[in-house]
Each structure stands twice: as C-alpha cells, then as structure tokens.
C-alpha cells in the first residue's frame, strides 16, 4: 500500500502506535508516520478498511458514518438496507459506497444529503402535525 500523501509505503502494524499506547486493533501506518499521519484501520485478514486517512478526512469519515450508522444501530433498518440507501442517494454502485474509500467531498456531500433529508422529514411531520390539529 503506498500512501497518496507522500508517496511512502505502509506497514501493517498495531494501533498502539498512533493511540499512544492503546490497542483498538491492526492497522495501515505510512511510514514516514509521525511527519505523515497516514493510517487506516485493518480488517482481522489483514485487508485495509480503505484508503490512508489524514487526520481531516478521518475526521469526515466518522462524520459520514455517523450520519447513517445510527439507522442499523437503532433497528431501524438493517445495516444491508442503510447501505443500499447510501448507494441509492449517492448514485453509486455497491462496490463504491463504501466510506473507507471515500474523499472529503463525498463524505460530505453524504452528511449533507442525510441532514437535508432530516430537516425535510422533520418539516414534513411538522405540517402533517398542524393540518390534523386542524381538522
């Protein structure tokens, strides 16, 4: 894996690394770490989680998965289903519509997505609300 940062390779190594001692599991470090921040996360086999992550598009994936990990979470709906639903709002195939390989616009753009729909849903059920007071 070379890092698309600074163009060094990555190790597989344990978190303890960038967690100041603490363990969540194997990742991808670059190796030029700590100049170059670079890291993803590791499934068990091994197998990036996605791309290398800077410290700010970390940060947008956690705000991408935050705006719909709580649908499957909750029982809302089955995480398949939240799933479909990100590929189905943001015109994408199965094999794309995975966070861990997206850029911070497209994080973005999936957080504004869902708000905008909330806010929507929310005014929505607002008016519904105030018409059956009404009747």
């Known amino acids: 894996m ?4 600074c ?3 990555a190790a597989y190594c344990d978190s303890s690394i960038v967690y100041r001692g603490q363990s969540y599991g194997m990742i991808w470090l670059c190796n030029s770490y700590p100049d170059c921040d670079a890291y993803v996360g590791a ?5 990036p989680k996605g791309r290398l992550a800077k410290k700010d598009l970390r940060e ?3 705000k991408a998965h935050s705006s719909i ?9 089955e995480r398949t289903e939240v ?3 990100v590929q189905d709002l943001m015109g994408m195939t199965e094999s794309d519509a995975h966070i861990g390989k997206w850029d ?3 994080c973005r753009r999936l957080v504004e997505t869902i708000i905008g729909g909330a ?3 929310a005014v929505r059920n607002r008016m519904h609300s105030v018409h059956q007071k009404e009747r």
């Open 7 to 9: 163009g060094n390779s």
């Open 83 to 85: 799933y479909k639903l």
């Open 43 to 47: 499934h068990p086999s091994g197998h």
């Open 104 to 106: 911070i616009p497209t």
């Open 2 to 5: 070379t890092c698309p940062y």
């Open 60 to 62: 947008w994936k956690m």
């Open 69 to 77: 990990d709580w649908m499957w979470k909750s029982g809302m709906m």
């Open 119 to 121: 806010k929507y849903m």
